[in-house]
């Protein structure tokens, strides 16, 4: 199975910037796109951005401009720079691959348990 496990995550005030990491363990065979989803209390699963095995990115339009996702494919990671963070950023944010298993030639989706973001006003 592969596992992923968030850091980062923490309070600041509105207009600073954080770094969330990500890093995959397990017997993974490889990766294809990797990224980051957030959900706040009393709403909806918001997909953040994304970058492919290729390197394209994605983002949501919220966060264009101020977010940034990288990637390191030799340490398995994946990393969101958050810049200019707003209140409505605050939320919890999960971190997503979608991989192949060294005993399944499947792709599968596979999610952390997640890192709380919370933007002062």
């Known amino acids: 199975q592969v596992q992923l496990v968030e850091s980062g995550g923490g309070l600041v005030q509105a207009g600073g910037s954080l770094r969330l990491s990500c890093a995959a363990s397990?017997?993974?065979?490889?990766?294809?796109?990797m990224g980051w989803y957030r959900q706040a209390p009393g709403k909806q699963r918001e997909l953040v951005a994304s970058i492919t095995s290729g390197a394209s990115t994605n983002y949501a339009d919220s966060v264009q401009g101020r977010f940034t996702i990288s990637r390191d494919d030799a340490s398995k990671m994946v990393y969101l720079q958050m810049n200019s963070l707003k209140p409505e950023d605050t939320s919890v944010y999960y971190c997503y691959t979608n991989a192949r298993l060294r005993s399944r030639g499947a792709e599968y989706a596979y999610w952390g348990q997640g890192t709380q973001v919370t933007v002062s006003s």
């Open positions: 397990g017997s993974i065979f490889s990766i294809n796109a």
